[in-house]
Nanobody, 123 residues
Framework: QVQLVESGGGLVQAGGSLRLSCAAS????????MGWFRQAPGKEREFAAG???????YYADSVKGRFTISRDNAKNTMYLQMNSLKPEDTAVYYC?????????????????WGQGTQVTVSS
C-alpha cells in the first residue's frame, strides 16, 4: 500500500507559476513509476506528466515546455513545477503511483492515488 498526499495548489494569475508536491509513504517509493493527472470540471481525468523509476520524464503535449516533473527518492517526494500557467490549466491535480517501470497515460493502470489539490489560474 502507498499513501500519496499532494500539496502546493492555489490561485495564480495567468503567466504565473506553482510547484506541486506529492509526498509518498508506505511501500518503497523508488519502486513505482509516478504520474501527475488533472481533472477539470465536467471533463475526464487526463495525463499531464509522468516519471519513470529511473527518472525519465514524459509530458502531455498541452504542458510540454511549461511543466517539469521530478522526483527525489531520498525524500519519497515527486514534484511538478508549472510555469507560464494558462486558464485552461485550471483543474484538480492528482498524483498517482504505477507498479510498472515507466508511467503510462492510462488512468486505470495506476494503483494508488492522492486526494488531489486544486489549481486555479485566473485570466
Amino acid at each position: 500500500q502507498v499513501q500519496l498526499v499532494e500539496s502546493g495548489g492555489g490561485l495564480v494569475q495567468a503567466g504565473g507559476s506553482l510547484r506541486l508536491s506529492c509526498a509518498a509513504s508506505g511501500r518503497t517509493f523508488s519502486n513505482y513509476a509516478m504520474g501527475w493527472f488533472r481533472q477539470a470540471p465536467g471533463k475526464e481525468r487526463e495525463f499531464a506528466a509522468g516519471i519513470s523509476r529511473s527518472g525519465n520524464t514524459y509530458y502531455a503535449d498541452s504542458v510540454k515546455g511549461r511543466f517539469t516533473i521530478s522526483r527525489d527518492n531520498a525524500k519519497n517526494t515527486m514534484y511538478l513545477q508549472m510555469n507560464s500557467l494558462k486558464p485552461e490549466d485550471t483543474a484538480v491535480y492528482y498524483c498517482a503511483a504505477d507498479r510498472g517501470v515507466v508511467p503510462t497515460t492510462s488512468v486505470s493502470r495506476y494503483a494508488y492515488w492522492g486526494q488531489g489539490t486544486q489549481v486555479t489560474v485566473s485570466s
